[in-house]
C-alpha cells in the first residue's frame, strides 16, 4: 500500500453507484502497458490505491510507495475481490514470487495512468454536459479560502455545489474529513462522478502542487482554474523555486483546464506575471483573464487583447469592519462591488480571485452583482483560515505555516493604532522544508512583539531541534532591532497557547498559526487530539474566568 494511499483514503467511501466497466484489455491499453495472455475476461469496475479500501471488481493499483511496494499487498487486495493488479515490473517480479494469481497489468509508469483508467471506469468527467462546472484554485496560500468563497457565490447563484479540499470533501450535503489537500487520482475520479449522480452543478477543488507532481488530478479537465501567488514553500520536494513554479504551471494547459484567471499582485510580482504569461502562451489570451491587485501590470506581450493592461484590477479599496469592501474594474467598463468580512488584504486577493473565475465560467456580470449584494457570500466561514475566536483579546486561529502566509495574517491582526501588542504563537512541521524555519522565526520577530515557538506536527523528527530552528531565527532577527521584545519556547502547544492569552491584555492580539482546522498532533507516529481552536477557547474562558475572580 502506498503511504500517500494510505493518507487519504477516507476518500475512497465515497463512490459512484454505476461504474462502467472496463476490460483489462482496455486497462492495459490506457496504461500503455501489457496484459498477460488468457488474463483479459474480468471486468474492471473501480480502482483503488489501497488494499484496505478495496471492493469486489477493483483495479488494485500497486505503486512503489516510501517504505513499501504496494505489490507487497496483493494478496490482501485479492481476498478483497480485486480482479487484477496494475504495476510495474519490480511489482511484478514481487507478485511473481508470492504467487498471488491475479492477473497483472505492467506499466512503465503506472501512477501516470491511473487518472485515465479512473476517468474511463467512473466516467467522471463526460462530454454530454453533464458534468458539474469544476473549479481549480492553485498557488501556495489562498486556495482554501478561494474554493470556499468560490462556492458560496455559486450557491447565491442557485448551484448545487461540491467541494474537494483541504479540510472537507463535500458531495451534496455529505461531509467527510479531508487528509490531503488532493485526493489520490481514484478518490478524484470517483468523486466527481458521485457529484453528478447526486445533481451536483458546479464544484471546486484545491490542487496542490504535490497533486500534479504525483498525478492525483491526471484525466480531469477544468472549467476555470485560478492562480493565487507563488512563495516559499515545498522545497523540500520541488527543491527549487523555479521547479515548484514549473510544477504549478502544469494546471494551465489546454489538457487541465479551458479557462486560467492569474492574480497578480503587482509589478514586481514575478511569479503571478510569469504565470500569466505562461497561461496566455498554452491556452491563448482570450482564455486567460488577469487580476491587478495594486495599480498597473504588463499584458500579453505578444499583442492580444489585453496588451493594454490586466483585465480586471482592483480599486477603491476601503476597510469595512474587519474586512473591506472594493471594485472589479475591467478594462471593458464593467465593474463588480465586493465585499468580504474575512480580516486581511490576502482575503481581497482570494475574494477577487472567486469573483472574476464566477464570471470567466459564464457567469453575467449583473447575476453576480445580484448575489454578491443579496447574500454576502464572501464573508462565509472558513474553518481554521483568519478564524475569530475571541474579541478581548481579538484571539485567531489562522494555517499560515510559511514565512509569506505567516507575514500577512500578523498584518490582518495587528491591533488597531498600534494601541496593544501582538502575540503570536507557531512553530513548523517536521520533515518538511527545513530553510523556511529560520526564515518564519525573523518574519515573526519583525512582526509581531511576543512571540512563542512551540510544537507544530514534529512527526518523526526531534521536535526539540524544530523549536530551535524557528527560535533561532527569531532571536537573531530580535538582535538585528526586530521589533520582537521577548521571543519564548514553550511546549507542548496547549501550554504555550495558555502562556499567550495570560499575557494579553484586552487591547491586545493573539493569532495562534499553523495548523488552522487540525485536530490531531502527529508526534513520532502517534496523532495526539489537538485543535488549536478549542485550546485557544478554553484558555480565553479560563482566563475571563480569573479576572471575575480577581474583582
Do not use: C
Not at 476517468?119 to 454530454?128: K, L
Not at 462556492?151 to 467541494?163: I, P
Not at 489537500?181 to 466527481?192: C, F, R
Amino acid at each position: 500500500m502506498d503511504a500517500t494511499a494510505q493518507q487519504g483514503h477516507d476518500a475512497q467511501t465515497m463512490r459512484p453507484a454505476r461504474p462502467r466497466p472496463l476490460s483489462l484489455a482496455e486497462t492495459a491499453r490506457l496504461a500503455g502497458g501489457t496484459l498477460g495472455a488468457g488474463e483479459a475476461s474480468a471486468a474492471v469496475t473501480g480502482v483503488s490505491l489501497d488494499s484496505r479500501q478495496l471492493r469486489p471488481g477493483d483495479l488494485y493499483a500497486a505503486l512503489p510507495g516510501a517504505r513499501a511496494h504496494g505489490a507487497q499487498f496483493a494478496a490482501d487486495a485479492r481476498r478483497a475481490g480485486a480482479v487484477a493488479v496494475l504495476t510495474d515490473t519490480a511489482g511484478r517480479e514481487l507478485l511473481e514470487r508470492s504467487g498471488v494469481g491475479l492477473p497483472v497489468v505492467v506499466a512503465p509508469d503506472p501512477r501516470r495512468s491511473v487518472g485515465a483508467i479512473a476517468a474511463r471506469v467512473y466516467g467522471s468527467r463526460p462530454e454530454d454536459g453533464t458534468a458539474p462546472a469544476l473549479f481549480a484554485v492553485t498557488g501556495t496560500n489562498g486556495k482554501t479560502t478561494t474554493t470556499y468563497f468560490t462556492n458560496s457565490l455559486l450557491r447565491a447563484l442557485g448551484h448545487r455545489t461540491g467541494l474537494i479540499g483541504t479540510i472537507e470533501i463535500l458531495a451534496g450535503d455529505e461531509s467527510i474529513p479531508s487528509r490531503l489537500t488532493t485526493p489520490e487520482a481514484p478518490h478524484v475520479h470517483s468523486l466527481l462522478a458521485l457529484m453528478r449522480e447526486r445533481g451536483i452543478t458546479a464544484a471546486s477543488m484545491e490542487v496542490s502542487s504535490h497533486a500534479l507532481q504525483f498525478h492525483r488530478v491526471d484525466g480531469v479537465r477544468y472549467d476555470v482554474a485560478g492562480f493565487t501567488n507563488l512563495t516559499q514553500d515545498h522545497l523540500d520536494l520541488h527543491g527549487s523555486m523555479e521547479e515548484y513554479f514549473a510544477v504549478k504551471a502544469q494546471l494551465f494547459t489546454p489538457e487541465r483546464t479551458r479557462r486560467a484567471v492569474v492574480v497578480v499582485q503587482d509589478v514586481d510580482d514575478a511569479w503571478g506575471l510569469r504565470m500569466a504569461e505562461h497561461a496566455r502562451e498554452q491556452l491563448g489570451a482570450e482564455h486567460v483573464d488577469t487580476i491587478a491587485l495594486r495599480g498597473d501590470v504588463p499584458g500579453d506581450r505578444n499583442g492580444g487583447p489585453d496588451r493594454h493592461g490586466a483585465d480586471w484590477t482592483l480599486t477603491a479599496l476601503d476597510r469595512r469592519g474587519i474586512g473591506h469592501a472594493f471594485e472589479l474594474r475591467h478594462r471593458d467598463g464593467r465593474a463588480l462591488r465586493v465585499s468580504t468580512g474575512l480580516p486581511g488584504d490576502f482575503n481581497v486577493a482570494n475574494a477577487a480571485l472567486a469573483v472574476v473565475m464566477v464570471v470567466a465560467s459564464g457567469a453575467g456580470v449583473a447575476d453576480v452583482q445580484r448575489a454578491l449584494d443579496d447574500a454576502d457570500p464572501l464573508t462565509t466561514d472558513v474553518p481554521g483560515r483568519m478564524q475569530l475566536v475571541g474579541t478581548e483579546p481579538t484571539a485567531v486561529v489562522d494555517f499560515a505555516h510559511n514565512p509569506d502566509a505567516l507575514r500577512r495574517a500578523l498584518g490582518a491582526v495587528e491591533p488597531p493604532g498600534r494601541g496593544g501588542r501582538l502575540i503570536v504563537v507557531f512553530g513548523a512541521t517536521g520533515e518538511r522544508d527545513r530553510s523556511k524555519r529560520p526564515i518564519m522565526g525573523e518574519v515573526a520577530a519583525r512582526h509581531a512583539d511576543v512571540v512563542i515557538v512551540t510544537d507544530d506536527d514534529p512527526h518523526d523528527e526531534e521536535p526539540a531541534g524544530i523549536r530551535e530552528q524557528v527560535a533561532g531565527g527569531a532571536r537573531a532577527a530580535q538582535e538585528a532591532g526586530a521589533r520582537a521584545t521577548e521571543v519564548l519556547v514553550l511546549e507542548p502547544r496547549a501550554v504555550a497557547i495558555r502562556a499567550a492569552v495570560a499575557m494579553a491584555g484586552p487591547e491586545d492580539s493573539v493569532l495562534v498559526a499553523g495548523r488552522g482546522h487540525e485536530t490531531v498532533q502527529e508526534i513520532r507516529g502517534v496523532d495526539h487530539p489537538l485543535d488549536d481552536r478549542e485550546e485557544l477557547r478554553a484558555a480565553l474562558a479560563d482566563a475571563q474566568q480569573g479576572r471575575w475572580e480577581d474583582r
